[in-house]
């Protein structure tokens, strides 16, 4: 069997925001990027994960910022936004990762509260986000976002 390679990127000098890094998907892309010399902002509710990892950020020799975000406030966006300009002035890469499974079962057993906080989380967030964070990805040479899910 043929083995694949992994390409690696030189993320030197870039600033990618990561949404739901403190577990899965998020905090493997979260490693992987400042192993390859991002500078990675890592979101999450959960601030003991997101320590934990800066640390092993750390250990690799990366650099990371933890932001303690939860994806319903939307009022936390803009902050964040006016943040990332004073600090950088740009974000390079968004990563829109941070998700809710919600509830699986038929559509009529699905408790209203729950349907809103899945919608609100999945794409009402998503749309906040990508209007607060469209300038300083215009701000970068190369300004990528990146929507992520997952089942």
Not at 90 to 116: C, T, Y
Request: charged letters at 25%.
């Amino acid at each position: 069997m043929k083995r694949t390679q992994i390409t690696k990127f030189n993320l030197s000098d870039k600033i990618i925001l990561i949404t739901g890094a403190s577990r899965g998907i998020g905090r493997a892309l979260s490693l992987e990027c400042a192993k390859n010399g991002a500078h990675v902002i890592i979101t999450g509710r959960t601030i003991g994960a997101l320590e934990e990892l800066d640390d092993e950020i750390k250990d690799v020799g990366g650099k990371s910022t933890i932001v303690e975000l939860d994806q319903q406030d939307y009022a936390a966006f803009p902050r964040l936004s006016l943040s990332i300009l004073e600090r950088w002035g740009r974000l390079d890469g968004f990563v829109a990762n941070a998700a809710q499974l919600g509830q699986l079962s038929p559509m009529s057993h699905i408790d209203e509260k729950i349907w809103e906080q899945t919608i609100n989380v999945n794409l009402n967030s998503i749309w906040y986000q990508v209007k607060v964070f469209e300038k300083l990805l215009q701000n970068s040479k190369n300004g990528r976002a990146i929507l992520v899910s997952s089942g």
